[in-house]
């Protein structure tokens, strides 16, 4: 079982990204998927969650209306897309599978996490 992260790279303030967390020997849509951020030596941070069932969405409050998170069942892959980027924006984002439903609980720097993948660099920088 494999979570790659990619998509992440060096951006100007008010920019756009688009990550993705594609998945080998594990089928995505069956799993709530995290996307986290988290700098080394730092505590991680909930950013977004997509539920595999019909529950809601769940964004961390610094990128409501700015971020969205989607998935691609098709390609075994979701998608963080991520616009008008701020400098405090910059980390290492990874994803991973979390339990259900999405919530500050299971985000959160104590939810538990399943399969992890390894992380993508965003700069938001001018």
């Known amino acids: 079982v494999q979570l790659q992260a990619s998509g992440g790279g060096l951006v100007q303030p008010g920019g756009s990204l688009r990550l993705s967390c594609a998945a080998s020997g594990l089928t995505l849509d069956y799993y709530a998927i995290g996307w986290f951020r988290q700098a080394p030596g730092k505590e991680r941070e909930g950013v977004s969650c997509?539920?595999?069932?019909?529950?809601?969405?769940w964004y961390a409050d610094s990128v409501k209306g700015r971020f969205a998170i989607s998935r691609d069942n098709a390609r075994n892959t979701v998608y963080l897309q991520m616009n008008n980027l701020k400098p405090e924006d910059t980390d290492i984002y990874f994803c991973a599978t979390v339990g259900e439903p999405c919530t500050i609980g299971t985000m959160g720097p104590r939810g538990r996490l399943g399969y992890r993948g390894q992380g993508t660099q965003v700069t938001v920088s001018s």
């Open positions: 997509a539920p595999a069932g019909d529950s809601s969405k």
